[in-house]
C-alpha cells in the first residue's frame, strides 16, 4: 500500500501568471474554491486573486504580502482539489508554516474563506509590529546553529526551523544575524538570507502574537477528512483554536525534519507536493534519502502526473487514510497550525528533472521564503544515497573569470543571444566548454552545481543584464536551467523597457 502525504508550501515567491489556468478551466472544484478566495479577499479591500493565476500573463499587480499569501494559498489548494477529484487520498496533509492554514482547509476543518481572512489577519498583524529582524538559514544541524545562537545569547536570537539534518534556519535582529553569518563563514559553514516579508518563529513575535489573537475573528472549525500534522506542535492537529494556533506558531520552533521522518516511518513512502515548484520537498528528500516526492505542478503535464500517480497507488492498493478520533469539542477533530518556514538544499532532485510549461511565461523577479543552502563538510560519514557535499567556497571568488566584455544589455535581446551569453559566464565560471551547458540541463540534478554557486552566479547574471530583482528569483534556483535564465533575462529587458 501507498502512503501519500500531501505538503503545503509556506512563504514561496509569488506564483506565475497562468499557472492555474489548465485546473481552473477543467474542474469545478478549482473554480469553486478560487470564487470562495476571491470574495474573501475583496470584503478585505483587495484585488481579485485567481484573475492574475488564470490568465496568461507573467505580470504581478503586487499590493502588499496579503495578495501574495493568497496567491500562495489559491495554487496550493487547487491542486489539493485536482488531487482529491482524480482520486489521490493522502493519509496526512503537512503545513509549512502559514501552509499549515492551507492544511486546515484541505483537511475540511476551517472553511477556505477562513484561511483566506485569517492569513491576512496574521500578515496584518506582522505589518503592523513592523520587527527589524532577518531569518538565516545556515548548512548545518539544528545543535550546532543553536549553540551558535547561545554564544551570543540575545533572547530574540533563536533556532527557528529544523528542516533537514544539515539545514537549519536562525531568526532575530537584524544586526545580530550579521554576527551570526560572520561566525558562520568563519566556521566554514554556508549561509543564506531568507528574503520574506515577515520574519517569524522567535519570541520577538510575541506582540504580533498578542495582536492576532485580540483582532483575527474567531471562526468555527472541526470535523476534517484528514490528519493534518504540525512540525511545530510535534503532534496532530486536535481539539484546537485556529486563531490561537496561527498566533502560537509565530514564536514557536519549527521541526519539519522530526515530522517527516516520523510520517515516512509511519509508512508514509510518498510527499506530494501541492505547490508550483519542490520546496518542501526538498526537505524530504534531504532527511528521508530514496522516498519519492512529486511536484505536479512543475511538470509538463500536471493532471497526468496526478493521473500517473494515482494509478500507481491503485496498482499497489488502494489509498487508506487514517481517520482522526473525535474531538472533545462535539465537532470533531480540528487542524493545527504549522510553523515551518524557510529552506533547504535537496541532496538531489527527483530523478527527472520537470520541464517547464510551455504555455506559461517565465516567472518574474519575487520575493522567496525559500533558500537554497549547500551542505557544509560533515563530521562524519554521510548516508551512502547522499552525494558528498562540496566544500563551501567564495562564491564571489575574485579569481573567477568574469563575463564578456561588449555583451548586450539593451533591452531588445533576444533569447539566442542572452543563452549564448550565459553559456559563456556559466562555463567560465564553472570550467565547462560552453558547448556542454545544455539550455535544458538541470543545474544542480544534472551538472551537480551547488545552491550557493548558482546564488553567486545569479547575481552575476543580474548585473550583467541589470535587472537587480532577478537574484531575488528563487524558482530560478529550485529548478534551473539556462533555458528558464535565458527566458527571465529577455523577459525582464522587455519589461524594463517598456516603463
Given at each position: 500500500m501507498v502512503g501519500s502525504v500531501f505538503v503545503m508550501p509556506g512563504t514561496v515567491a509569488p506564483p506565475r501568471g497562468g499557472i492555474l489556468?489548465?485546473?481552473?478551466?477543467?474542474?469545478?472544484?478549482?473554480?469553486?474554491?478560487?470564487?470562495?478566495?476571491?470574495?474573501?479577499a475583496r470584503e478585505m479591500g483587495l484585488p481579485d486573486i485567481s484573475a492574475r493565476l488564470i490568465e496568461h500573463n507573467g505580470t504581478s499587480d503586487r499590493r502588499?504580502?496579503?495578495?501574495?499569501?493568497?496567491?500562495?494559498?489559491?495554487?496550493?489548494?487547487?491542486?489539493?482539489?485536482?488531487?482529491?477529484?482524480?482520486?489521490?487520498?493522502?493519509?496526512?496533509?503537512?503545513?509549512?508554516?502559514?501552509?499549515?492554514?492551507?492544511?486546515?482547509?484541505?483537511?475540511?476543518?476551517?472553511?477556505?474563506?477562513?484561511?483566506?481572512?485569517?492569513?491576512?489577519?496574521r500578515s496584518q498583524a506582522l505589518t503592523r509590529q513592523g520587527w527589524g529582524g532577518k531569518m538565516l538559514a545556515v548548512g548545518v544541524d539544528?545543535?550546532?546553529?543553536?549553540?551558535?545562537?547561545?554564544?551570543?545569547?540575545?533572547?530574540?536570537?533563536?533556532?527557528?526551523?529544523?528542516n533537514t539534518p544539515r539545514q537549519s534556519v536562525i531568526s532575530g535582529p537584524e544586526p545580530l544575524i550579521e554576527h551570526v553569518e560572520r561566525v558562520a563563514d568563519a566556521l566554514g559553514w554556508p549561509s543564506f538570507r531568507l528574503d520574506v516579508p515577515h520574519p517569524t518563529h522567535t519570541p520577538a513575535m510575541a506582540q504580533a502574537a498578542r495582536d492576532l489573537r485580540a483582532a483575527a475573528p474567531r471562526v468555527p472549525y472541526g470535523a476534517g477528512r484528514w490528519r493534518v500534522c504540525s512540525p511545530w506542535l510535534g503532534r496532530d492537529i486536535g481539539d484546537d483554536d485556529p486563531v490561537d494556533l496561527v498566533a502560537d506558531a509565530l514564536t514557536a520552533r519549527v521541526r519539519m525534519l522530526h515530522t517527516i521522518r516520523d510520517l515516512h516511518a509511519a509508512g508514509a513512502d510518498v510527499f506530494v507536493e501541492c505547490g508550483e515548484w519542490p520546496v518542501v520537498t526538498k526537505f524530504v528528500e534531504a532527511s528521508v534519502p530514496g522516498v519519492r516526492c512529486v511536484v505536479p505542478l512543475s511538470e509538463s503535464d500536471p493532471v497526468e502526473a496526478v493521473r500517473a500517480l494515482v494509478a500507481e497507488s491503485t496498482d499497489s492498493g488502494p489509498f487508506r487514510p487514517r481517520l482522526p478520533l473525535p474531538s472533545s469539542n462535539g465537532h470533531g477533530p480540528t487542524v493545527r497550525v504549522s510553523t515551518a518556514t524557510s529552506a533547504d538544499r535537496v541532496s538531489a532532485?527527483?530523478?527527472?528533472?520537470?520541464?517547464?510549461?510551455?504555455?506559461?511565461?517565465?516567472?518574474?523577479?519575487?520575493?522567496?521564503?525559500?533558500?537554497?543552502?549547500?551542505?557544509?563538510?560533515p563530521v562524519a560519514?554521510?548516508?551512502?544515497?547522499?552525494?558528498?557535499?562540496?566544500?563551501p567556497a567564495d562564491p564571489v571568488d575574485a579569481a573567477a573569470p568574469a563575463a564578456p566584455e561588449g555583451s548586450p544589455t539593451s533591452a531588445g535581446l533576444d533569447y539566442e543571444t542572452v543563452l549564448a551569453e550565459l553559456q559563456t559566464l556559466y562555463g567560465d565560471f564553472l570550467g565547462y566548454p560552453p558547448d556542454l551547458l545544455g539550455e535544458d540541463d538541470g543545474l544542480e540534478s544534472e551538472l551537480g552545481v551547488e545552491s550557493l554557486k548558482q546564488v553567486a552566479l545569479l547575481g552575476r547574471v543580474s548585473d550583467r543584464f541589470d535587472l537587480p530583482g532577478l537574484r531575488a528569483n528563487s524558482s530560478l534556483l529550485t529548478v534551473g536551467t539556462l533555458r528558464r535564465i535565458a527566458e527571465s533575462v529577455v523577459q525582464g529587458r522587455a519589461e524594463a523597457a517598456a516603463r
Open positions: 489556468r489548465d485546473f481552473h478551466n477543467r474542474y469545478e472544484t478549482v473554480r469553486e474554491s478560487l470564487s470562495l478566495i476571491d470574495r474573501a502588499g504580502p496579503e495578495v501574495q499569501y493568497l496567491e500562495i494559498f489559491a495554487v496550493a489548494i487547487a491542486t489539493h482539489r485536482v488531487l482529491i477529484a482524480e482520486g489521490a487520498r493522502p493519509v496526512a496533509i503537512v503545513g509549512q508554516s502559514i501552509g499549515e492554514l492551507w492544511a486546515l482547509a484541505a483537511a475540511g476543518r476551517l472553511s477556505v474563506e477562513d484561511a483566506a481572512r485569517l492569513a491576512v489577519a539544528g545543535r550546532r546553529a543553536e549553540s551558535l545562537t547561545g554564544l551570543i545569547g540575545h533572547p530574540d536570537l533563536v533556532l527557528a526551523c529544523e532532485l527527483p530523478a527527472t528533472v520537470p520541464s517547464p510549461r510551455a504555455d506559461v511565461p517565465a516567472p518574474t523577479p519575487a520575493m522567496s521564503y525559500v533558500a537554497t543552502v549547500p551542505l557544509p563538510a560519514p554521510a548516508a551512502p544515497v547522499a552525494p558528498a557535499p562540496i566544500a
